[in-house]
C-alpha cells in the first residue's frame, strides 16, 4: 500500500515562496507517476501539475511559470516550488501516485494560505 505524506504548507504573503515535499513509502518511487493537486472549501480538487517516472511535467495554465514540480527517486520524494504565490493560490495541496496498475493514491494534504 501506497502513503503520501506532505509537508512544507503555511502561511505567506504574496509574491512569496514556499515549497512542498511529500514523501512516499510502501513502493518502488521510480514507479510512480507523481502529480500536485489543490483543492478549495466547496469547489472540487483541481490537477495542478504531473511529474512522470522519466521526470517530463506537465503544468495547468494558471501555474505555468511559476510551479516547479521535481522529483528525487533515491529519497522518495517529490517536490512543488511555488514561486510568486498569489492570493488565489490559498488552498489544500494534495500529492497523488498513481501506480503501474493505475491506482491512485492521495496524501492527507497541505495548507497553503496566501495573504496579502
Known amino acids: 500500500q501506497v502513503q503520501l505524506v506532505e509537508s512544507g504548507g503555511g502561511l505567506v504573503q504574496a509574491g512569496e515562496s514556499l515549497r512542498l515535499s511529500c514523501t512516499a513509502s510502501?513502493?518502488?518511487?521510480?514507479?510512480?507517476?507523481m502529480g500536485w493537486y489543490r483543492q478549495v472549501a466547496g469547489k472540487e480538487r483541481e490537477l495542478i501539475g504531473r511529474?512522470?517516472?522519466?521526470?517530463?511535467?506537465i503544468y495547468l495554465e494558471p501555474v505555468k511559470g511559476r510551479f516547479t514540480i521535481s522529483r528525487d527517486d533515491a529519497k522518495n520524494l517529490t517536490f512543488l516550488q511555488m514561486n510568486n504565490l498569489k492570493i488565489e493560490d490559498t488552498a489544500v495541496y494534495f500529492c497523488?501516485?498513481?501506480?503501474?496498475?493505475?491506482?491512485?493514491?492521495w496524501g492527507q494534504g497541505t495548507q497553503v494560505t496566501v495573504s496579502s
Open positions: 497523488n501516485a498513481v501506480d503501474f496498475d493505475r491506482n491512485a493514491y
Open positions: 510502501g513502493t518502488i518511487f521510480a514507479h510512480l507517476n
Open positions: 511529474i512522470n517516472r522519466f521526470s517530463s511535467t
